[in-house]
């Protein structure tokens, strides 16, 4: 597993995995709850929560890190 930061920040950081069936992930990981998915062989993101501004900031971020473009709260429900 490879792991590197959002905006320096050591409470929002992406963990990027291969899971047992080969599957390429990279984890959005904010305060210490996964908030976002990218699988890298289907190109889909999946976001499973919305907490605060920070971390809606950091889940755009991540959208934007792997070539999507930013959305609000509205957008992504």
Do not use: C, P
């Not at 963990?15 to 069936?21: A, I, L, M």
């Not at 062989?41 to 889940?59: A, L």
């Amino acid at each position: 597993m490879r792991t590197f930061y959002l905006n320096n920040s050591a409470k929002h950081h992406v963990n990027e995995y291969t899971n047992e069936d080969g599957e390429h992930y990279s984890d959005l990981i904010s305060y210490e709850t996964r908030v976002a998915s990218y699988n890298h062989d289907t190109n889909e993101i999946s976001v499973y929560g919305w907490y605060r501004n920070t971390t809606q900031k950091h889940v755009n971020a991540f959208l934007e890190f792997y070539g999507f473009d930013k959305q609000t709260k509205k957008q992504m429900q």
